[in-house]
């Protein structure tokens, strides 16, 4: 059974920091592309950044210069290093495993506010 548990989401203010991480079990981690997406209150999911199984790094201009992404495969684990945090990136945030055009899973979600 595959399973993507999210964690490291909270209320924090404009500015600000926060770090997902996403253990993935089930899966041969190491093989997987793996992402952050993230659905905000009355938009469709989008993508946030993702990082494959080489190392390729991906993000939505809206994020560049100020998310992070990175994996540890020994862990398997991936983060989302989040810095200087808008209003705007307040979300659900969801981890996704992929290997593209096979399988593909997502975690439950965890929720970021940011606000003053």
């Known amino acids: 059974q595959v399973q993507l548990v999210e964690s490291g989401g909270g209320l924090v203010q404009p500015g600000g920091s926060l770090k997902l991480s996403c253990i993935a079990s089930g899966i041969i981690f190491s093989s997987y592309a793996m992402g952050w997406y993230r659905r905000a209150p009355g938009r469709q999911r989008e993508l946030v950044a993702t990082?494959?199984?080489?190392?390729?790094?991906n993000y939505a201009d809206s994020v560049k210069g100020r998310f992070t992404i990175s994996r540890d495969n020994a862990e398997s684990t991936v983060y989302l290093q989040m810095n200087s945090l808008k209003l705007e990136d307040t979300a659900v945030y969801y981890c996704n495993a992929a290997l593209p055009a096979l399988y593909q899973y997502w975690g439950q979600g965890t929720q970021v506010t940011v606000s003053s």
């Open positions: 990082i494959t199984s080489g190392g390729r790094l």
